[in-house]
Antibody
Framework: EVQLLESGGGLVQPGGSLRLSCAAY????????MSWVRQAPGEGLEWVSD????????YYADSVKGRFTISRDNSKNILYLQMNSLRADDTAVYYC????????????WGQGTMVTVS | SYVLTQPPSVSVAPGQTARITCGGN??????VHWYQQKPGQAPVLVVY???DRPPGLPERLSGSNSGNTATLSINRVEAGDEADYYC??????????FGSGTKVTVL
């Protein structure tokens, strides 16, 4: 069974940093592009960032460009999101997800990790 | 920027059909994906590429897409279908774009 497990969330002061991790199980991790999607309390879904299967290509939403960095370690089956210069409006549940083969649909989602900037 | 418009809420009686719309400029030229999210849970992909269902998803859920509107239909609605539903597309400029979500209430 494919499973994604996020960790690393918590409470951080404005301007601070945090690194999220997403461990993948039951999948050929390096074969999949991976993404981070976030959801502020009571709000909708917002795409944050993508990384290709090899890790060579990365993409960011304008709202996080220059502050967040996505990366992956295919030897450990782990996806990362380094978040710097955090702001109050970064407060959200952060989900990792893999992109369904040949589509831009988010297939399997983790349970999410909460980040609070205050 | 590319905008997807969804109604905030849809109410439907058990056994009836719920239709959730997702409006966007020439959305018919894009592939639309739909997610179901129940309270306190992660989203679940229920329809991809306009009308395809991931393995194990019930045939009661179906999608269509034409012109400026995509639609997710839930036939024979059950209490367990009560959730928020989000549409999503990929846009060459904005990359992944989500709709604002529709809360489906089963009466």
């Amino acid at each position: 069974e494919v499973q994604l497990l996020e960790s690393g969330g918590g409470l951080v002061q404005p301007g601070g940093s945090l690194r999220l991790s997403c461990a993948a199980y039951g999948m050929t991790f390096g074969s999949y592009a991976m993404s981070w999607v976030r959801q502020a309390p009571g709000e909708g879904l917002e795409w944050v960032s993508d990384v290709s299967g090899s890790g060579d290509s990365t993409y960011y939403a304008d709202s996080v460009k220059g502050r967040f960095t996505i990366s992956r370690d295919n030897s450990k089956n782990i996806l990362y999101l380094q978040m710097n210069s955090l702001r109050a409006d970064d407060t959200a549940v952060y989900y990792c997800a893999n992109l369904y083969f040949g589509t831009h649909a988010f297939d399997i989602w983790g349970q999410g990790t909460m980040v609070t900037v205050s | 920027s590319y905008v997807l418009t969804q109604p905030p809420s849809v109410s439907v009686a058990p056994g009836q059909t719920a239709r959730i719309t997702c409006g966007g400029n020439n959305i018919g030229t894009k592939s639309v994906h739909w997610y179901q999210q129940k309270p306190g849970q992660a989203p679940v992909l229920v329809v991809y590429d306009d009308s395809d269902r991931p393995p194990g998803l019930p045939e009661r859920l179906s999608g269509s897409n034409s012109g400026n509107t995509a639609t997710l239909s839930i036939n024979r609605v059950e209490a367990g279908d009560e959730a928020d539903y989000y549409c999503q597309v990929w846009d060459v400029n904005d990359l992944h774009v989500f709709g604002s979500g529709t809360k489906v209430t089963v009466l």
